[in-house]
């Protein structure tokens, strides 16, 4: 018998044991076993596997394949085909599979990935204009380039068609999950997003119901649609933000700021410099949205003054956690101001100056990113969960009272202070150096209420006792040399 040539054996097995599901024909085709080649693996499928698998395959969609580019020699035939299937709800899928002949049989095939749709042709736009929009995702693996492309698109981004992604998770957050994703297009990619942080739900049930108590997933969404495409300070750019209704899932794509920027580090602090670049910049985000009307209706802002009554009763087991867990590792007089100031807490937060802005509410030193330029250090605030409408003071108590060492806090605060007074004055010449100071002074308890309060939420490990001891042994020298205990 005649031997058949590479081609004549794949024009009869696309057409005769696929389209016309003569599968019975793979006895004349196809080696026993043909092996099948896929990225990092071999399988080898003797023909009653081969015909099961087609036949399986056949039955359940009926696939139709067409040949878009067919090219042979005397051992390899290559075909970059199409694939429509005719049962049931249509799918496309497109590939490319070579085959290697001896003896007038098949005897291996190496398959490309599957792809949904068809293999694009002259006229057809590089990327389509309809994408759906992106849905939410979990897990880092499911960051694709399909994903991304439709994350760009609804997002009013230009881009070439993405045709790698590969992510690589950084940070250590509590709440959520964030990673740095590399993108490679198939064309000049010049002037597109070369790299995103992407920003996904947590994948502990513990902290997923922690997020979705406090709204923090919503609100870091919603915060982000609030500044826009082109925030009035430095903060990175949001792509694309989506979060559940149910508050247990986010997905944020934002500008990628890891390669020309640092995080700080809270437990070592940062420097005066770098503290006055932090103050400058969240003074320009509490002058930017200084009594913007858009703060009267968010229902999304965390609102502290809504959560007094239950934040007393918390602070004091916060405070007994403490005490257990630290006694000996700090000095007796910190405890004991915790002790004091437990029962304060609902006061406190009462006592809260009325707010008249945009704050971050939760501004330490690991919050912000710091970029090294010429003229000294800029700062890229981040991490938006607990934002709220409040005094501009807030932060900057927030700020000075956990980030710097005592020391340190005591050279700048007064100055920082001015500094920030003097910039919301210029949108509101009312607001004077006194009134700065006096809702400086009444909001330093919160970056202690807040410190003790985390002992609950995190376990003990020497890391995250170190960061919790040394943010109350600041907050309280803070609140000692202001005479607030």
Known sequence: MVQRSPKELIELYWTEVWNNRNV??????????IIRHDAGSTTALSLEDQIARVRQQSEKLEPYFEH???LADDTHVTSVWNMHTRKGERVE???IEVFKAVNGKFTDCWNSTYVPGRWGREGDAAVSADLPPPVMIAALDQITPQWLQAVFQHGGIEAPRVSLASSQEIGHGNLSTTCRTEITYNANAEKAVRSVVCKITAPLPEAVGIAAMQSVYQREAAVYAFFGAEPPFATP???????GADGRTLNLVLEDLTQRTRPGNQVAGCSREEARAVVAEFAWLHAAYWRDPRLDGADWLLNRRAQTG?????????????????AGRIADECLAVLDAFAPQVDAVTRALPEGQTLIHGELRVDNVLFEDLPEGPKAWLIDWQFADRGSPMFDTAYFLAGSLDPE???AVEHELIALHQAEIAKVDPAYTLEQAQTEFKACLPIALYFSVGAVLAIPSSEPADRLLITLVERNVAALKDWGCV
């Open 24 to 33: 019975e024909m793979i006895r004349e085709l196809c080696a026993d076993p």
């Open 68 to 70: 878009e580019v067919l």
């Open 93 to 95: 899928l497109c590939g």
């Open 237 to 243: 750019r949001c792509y694309w933000h989506n979060a």
């Open 310 to 326: 239950q934040a007393g009763e918390t602070q004091l087991a916060a405070a007994a956690e403490f005490r257990r867990r630290y």
């Open 408 to 410: 340190d806090r005591r």
